[in-house]
């Protein structure tokens, strides 16, 4: 597996590519203060400013994110992250999954001062939330750089086919339809989720 490189055309919203080595992290950590309003990724040597989520896309982000804090609060086996956060990958993208969710011990070991910034983590899990508009072919490649990077366990849900992939920390893909229930398995012990009860 591994994430590929792409033209700007076949990214949503803004993409420009960085030329003579591109933004130091701090450089890319200062533009982003200086674009709050805006999300903005890092990947590929390219800065992709993407577009406010739709009312649609954004209510079902909300559902989700509603579900993955109520199992957190429950088991309390570690700390959850809404679409606004950022995270520095081991390959130097800087990403920001419509859901994430780190292990507590693992959140426990980032210095203090670097969870103020883009924490230098892959998450456990992910999860993106397709929109209409979204290229699906991107989603994926964006999928498996997380699980490249180390993330366990990936959700790529897609309302429009109304299915969700689940990829593997071993490389493995299932497409799951929203009718069965997905599992959490070893990474988030214990969270179950049935997608047509809440799209």
């Given at each position: 597996m591994g994430a590929t490189a792409k033209s700007p055309s076949a990214f949503p919203g803004i993409a420009f590519k960085l030329l003579n080595g591109g933004m130091t992290d701090e450089q890319f950590y200062q533009?982003?203060?200086?674009?709050?309003?805006?999300?903005?990724?890092?990947?590929?040597?390219?800065?992709?400013?993407?577009?406010?989520?739709?009312?649609?896309?954004?209510?079902?982000?909300?559902?989700?994110?509603?579900?993955?804090?109520?199992?957190?609060?429950?088991?309390?086996?570690?700390?959850?992250?809404?679409?606004?956060?950022?995270?520095?990958?081991?390959?130097?993208?800087?990403?920001?999954?419509d859901a994430a969710w780190i292990r507590q011990d693992r959140w426990d070991a980032v210095p203090e001062e670097m969870r103020h910034r883009f924490a230098p983590i892959a998450p456990d899990f992910v999860a993106e939330i397709r929109s209409e508009d979204q290229d699906m072919a991107l989603l994926k490649d964006k999928m498996e750089e997380y699980i490249d990077n180390g993330c366990r366990l990936g959700w790529l849900i897609d309302p429009k086919n109304r299915k969700t992939m689940v990829y593997s920390e071993n490389g493995d893909i299932q497409t799951i339809p929203f009718e069965s229930v997905l599992s959490g398995g070893d990474v988030l012990k214990g969270f179950e989720l049935r997608v047509s009860e809440i799209f």
């Amino acid at each position: 597996m591994g994430a590929t490189a792409k033209s700007p055309s076949a990214f949503p919203g803004i993409a420009f590519k960085l030329l003579n080595g591109g933004m130091t992290d701090e450089q890319f950590y200062q533009f982003c203060l200086l674009n709050s309003e805006l999300r903005i990724e890092r990947a590929n040597q390219y800065i992709i400013i993407m577009p406010p989520t739709n009312s649609e896309t954004g209510n079902k982000n909300f559902k989700f994110n509603g579900e993955l804090y109520t199992w957190n609060k429950l088991h309390k086996l570690g700390v959850g992250f809404d679409s606004s956060t950022g995270f520095k990958l081991p390959n130097g993208s800087d990403r920001s999954p419509d859901a994430a969710w780190i292990r507590q011990d693992r959140w426990d070991a980032v210095p203090e001062e670097m969870r103020h910034r883009f924490a230098p983590i892959a998450p456990d899990f992910v999860a993106e939330i397709r929109s209409e508009d979204q290229d699906m072919a991107l989603l994926k490649d964006k999928m498996e750089e997380y699980i490249d990077n180390g993330c366990r366990l990936g959700w790529l849900i897609d309302p429009k086919n109304r299915k969700t992939m689940v990829y593997s920390e071993n490389g493995d893909i299932q497409t799951i339809p929203f009718e069965s229930v997905l599992s959490g398995g070893d990474v988030l012990k214990g969270f179950e989720l049935r997608v047509s009860e809440i799209f």
